[in-house]
């Protein structure tokens, strides 16, 4: 199994960025993908999960109504579509898979619970 993020960068507050999360050695029709970010100096934060059976999507209070997460199975891969970005975005981007059951969901999947497997992150600043 790997994870690998892509799409992040550097960008002015209130612009948007899509980062990608392309999964192997599994297909996204079971279990759920997660984001996690890691600003400088803090924790880990969830801030979006999507089940890969129905879709359903989930949510960090500070994300919610600017951030989208959506997934093409296609080409195996769930995207965060970040909008309205603000200077404390700013943080490593991280996808994690929750594949082995038990299987988590919700403010579960953000507190960290399920979590199976880990990419290495893509960097997000916003900033002037």
């Known amino acids: 199994v790997q994870l690998v993020e892509s799409g992040g960068g550097q960008v002015q507050p209130g612009g948007s960025l899509r980062l990608s999360c392309a999964a192997s050695g599994f297909t996204l029709t079971y279990g759920a993908i997660i984001w996690f970010r890691q600003a400088p100096g803090k924790g880990r934060e969830g801030v979006s999960s999507?089940?890969?059976?129905?879709?359903?999507?989930f949510y960090a209070a500070s994300v919610k109504g600017r951030f989208a997460i959506s997934k093409d199975g296609a080409v195996n891969t769930v995207y965060l579509q970040m909008d309205n970005l603000k200077p404390e975005d700013t943080a490593v981007y991280f996808c994690?898979?929750?594949?082995?059951?038990?299987?988590?969901?919700?403010?579960?999947?953000?507190?960290?619970?399920?979590?199976?497997?880990w990419g290495n992150g893509t960097r997000v600043t916003v900033s002037s």
């Open positions: 999507i089940n890969n059976l129905d879709g359903t999507t």
């Open positions: 994690a898979a929750d594949v082995i059951p038990p299987y988590y969901s919700g403010q579960d999947h953000l507190d960290g619970r399920g979590v199976d497997y």
